[in-house]
């Protein structure tokens, strides 16, 4: 055992001695998670998304997406609320029957810590929007050519989603999520054992649909502005899908194929983890030795784990590695807290 191994079991070991200070630290941890990616979200959103002094809103999809259709529909009647004072209402209020439907079928600490984020996204963007604040000052920002960032849609929209996409992101590895639609992504997530970046892009792209279109019907935007928004919120969905699958690896699967002459080998990997593993009989065809062939699927965040142990085994084991679009079947998840 290395000497970070060694270090990381004592760790271990005394945090489960010490009840209390584990719980205090995993409260942190859920903490740190929830107000970093509300931050994120919340500065996305005001500095690019629904940015001061533009009139091209991007439509973001998701509860933020709901919340903007709310206020189109507001403004059919001669409510005039602006998007980001409807975030400071209609983001919360949106995110309620979720939030419920997140305690009953996911997990307490995960409904409560996503509640966390949901109300502190709000609150970040009432403090970002205030005049002279964050948003204000990105407002007047220009890029090389002169030209303010407000002013370059493909800019706002390349910025906008990659911090909407690192939120949301961010509060998944953290094991919780940014509430609203994100809820529903990581329930069919975890059912199904697949990407979660796929479901938040369809979803989103009937909301930001029905937005743009709801401008034609109202009169404010013609059908081809219309036409023109969806491509661009696509393009946003897209990134954020994007952004999603690459850095939550959560639930990408890899398969794992190990040729060796150790007979044991299997049975050191399923002791190690809680996955299952097929063993097939087969022969060198050079060498005419008995060999074994194990396949294994296991997280993309463990197979480094089931490398370093193969290797330990048998030194001169044949690994290969393969990403696994969808598994279907028992495969263990860790339970959402």
Same mark, same amino acid.
């Given at each position: 055992?290395?000497?970070?191994?060694?270090?990381?079991?004592?760790?271990?070991?005394?945090?489960?001695?010490?009840?209390?200070?584990?719980?205090?630290?995993?409260?942190?941890?859920?903490?740190?998670?929830?107000?970093?990616?509300?931050?994120?979200?919340?500065?996305?959103?005001?500095?690019?998304?629904?940015?001061?002094?533009?009139? $091209?809103? +991007?439509? =973001?999809?998701?509860?933020?997406?709901? #919340?903007? *259709?709310?206020?189109?529909? &507001? !403004?059919?009647? %001669?409510?005039?609320?602006?998007?980001?004072?409807?975030?400071?209402?209609?983001?919360?209020?949106?995110?309620?029957?979720?939030?419920?439907?997140?305690?009953?079928?996911?997990?307490?600490? $995960?409904? +409560?810590? =996503?509640?966390?984020?949901?109300?502190? #996204?709000? *609150?970040?963007?009432?403090? &970002? !929007?205030?005049? %002279?604040?964050?948003?204000?000052?990105?407002?007047?920002?220009?890029?090389?050519?002169?030209?303010?960032?407000?002013?370059?849609?493909?800019?706002?929209?390349?910025?906008?989603?990659?911090?909407?996409?690192?939120?949301?992101?961010?509060?998944?590895?953290?094991?919780?999520?940014?509430?609203?639609?994100?809820?529903?992504?990581?329930?069919?997530?975890?059912?199904?054992?697949?990407?979660?970046?796929?479901?938040?892009?369809?979803?989103?792209?009937?909301?930001?649909?029905?937005?743009?279109?709801?401008?034609?019907?109202?009169?404010?935007?013609?059908?081809?502005?219309?036409?023109?928004?969806?491509?661009?919120?696509?393009?946003?969905?897209?990134?954020?899908?994007?952004?999603?699958?690459?850095?939550?690896?959560?639930?990408?699967?890899?398969?794992?194929?190990?040729?060796?002459?150790?007979?044991?080998?299997?049975?050191?990997?399923?002791?190690?983890?809680?996955?299952?593993?097929?063993?097939?009989?087969?022969?060198?065809?050079?060498?005419?030795?008995?060999?074994?062939?194990?396949?294994?699927?296991?997280?993309?965040?463990?197979?480094?784990?089931?490398?370093?142990?193969?290797?330990?085994?048998?030194?001169?084991?044949?690994?290969?590695?393969?990403?696994?679009?969808?598994?279907?079947?028992?495969?263990?998840?860790?339970?959402?807290?």
């Amino acid at each position: 055992m290395n000497k970070n191994s060694s270090l990381i079991k004592r760790i271990t070991d005394y945090l489960y001695d010490h009840y209390k200070l584990k719980t205090g630290l995993e409260i942190l941890k859920y903490l740190f998670f929830a107000i970093v990616s509300a931050f994120t979200f919340a500065f996305g959103f005001t500095a690019f998304i629904s940015p001061p002094h533009t009139n $091209f809103v +991007i439509a =973001t999809g998701g509860v933020s997406g709901l #919340s903007q *259709i709310v206020a189109r529909i &507001l !403004s059919f009647f %001669g409510i005039e609320v602006g998007d980001n004072i409807v975030h400071a209402v209609f983001y919360t209020v949106l995110n309620i029957p979720l939030i419920i439907f997140s305690f009953l079928k996911i997990g307490k600490k $995960f409904t +409560i810590f =996503t509640t966390v984020n949901v109300v502190a #996204s709000t *609150i970040f963007i009432w403090l &970002l !929007s205030k005049e %002279g604040g964050v948003a204000e000052y990105f407002a007047h920002v220009e890029m090389g050519d002169g030209q303010p960032i407000i002013d370059s849609i493909l800019g706002r929209i390349l910025f906008g989603a990659i911090c909407t996409g690192v939120s949301s992101a961010t509060a998944f590895v953290g094991g919780i999520s940014c509430g609203g639609i994100d809820i529903v992504t990581y329930y069919l997530g975890m059912r199904t054992s697949s990407q979660l970046g796929k479901y938040s892009a369809i979803i989103n792209v009937f909301i930001f649909s029905t937005y743009s279109l709801l401008g034609v019907i109202g009169g404010n935007n013609t059908f081809g502005f219309a036409m023109y928004s969806i491509l661009y919120s696509s393009l946003y969905c897209l990134i954020v899908a994007l952004v999603v699958d690459l850095i939550n690896l959560k639930n990408k699967k890899v398969r794992i194929e190990i040729i060796t002459t150790m007979p044991n080998m299997g049975d050191i990997l399923i002791s190690n983890f809680p996955h299952g593993a097929t063993i097939e009989h087969a022969q060198g065809v050079y060498s005419k030795k008995d060999k074994y062939v194990v396949l294994m699927t296991v997280s993309s965040t463990e197979y480094k784990k089931v490398l370093a142990i193969a290797r330990k085994v048998d030194p001169l084991a044949f690994i290969s590695v393969f990403s696994v679009v969808q598994v279907y079947g028992n495969f263990y998840s860790k339970p959402v807290e």
